[in-house]
């Protein structure tokens, strides 16, 4: 008999909007007084719009987590980047904001979800990633 498995089995958007509500009763996922202010990419013109923007980019880096087993900060970065325009340059890749990143993943460290992965072989890196904690396995299999 197979598991159902949640994050793999819903369609992503649905199955982040759950687990950013899944979020917002944890006390360490707050959103920090500066977040309202910055922009979520250097190739964006305007701050973000949505209220409920930092529960739904945690649960997003949660999943991201959740499948490819360690995820660092840079591999992050270039996940939510996008194109910039240019004017009458041709558009160019920028990468994803790293302090929104990195303090989303300092939240999940400090909530238990994640931790610092230790030394994979053959990654140079004294810090390889993050990786989910069984904690957290169970907290985003958990998620109907």
Not at 86 to 107: A, D, H, N, W, Y
Not at 119 to 144: A, D, H, N, W, Y
Request: net charge positive.
């Amino acid at each position: 008999m197979e598991k159902f498995n949640p994050v793999y089995e819903l369609n992503s958007q649905e199955y982040n909007l759950k687990l950013a509500e899944a979020l917002k009763e944890i006390p360490e996922f707050k959103e920090p007084e500066w977040a309202q202010f910055v922009k979520s990419s250097a190739s964006k013109e305007r701050p973000i719009d949505d209220l409920d923007f930092w529960h739904k980019r945690a649960a997003s880096i949660l999943r991201q987590i959740y499948k490819n087993s360690v995820v660092g900060v840079n591999r992050l970065k270039t996940k939510y980047g996008s194109r910039k325009n240019r004017g009458m340059r041709p558009e160019r890749f920028v990468r994803g904001s790293g302090k929104i990143i990195r303090t989303i993943l300092q939240q999940a460290d400090k909530s238990g979800l994640t931790e610092i992965a230790k030394t994979i072989k053959g990654v140079k890196s004294k810090k390889p990633g993050r990786q989910l904690t069984e904690k957290g396995k169970k907290f985003l299999e958990g998620i109907k």
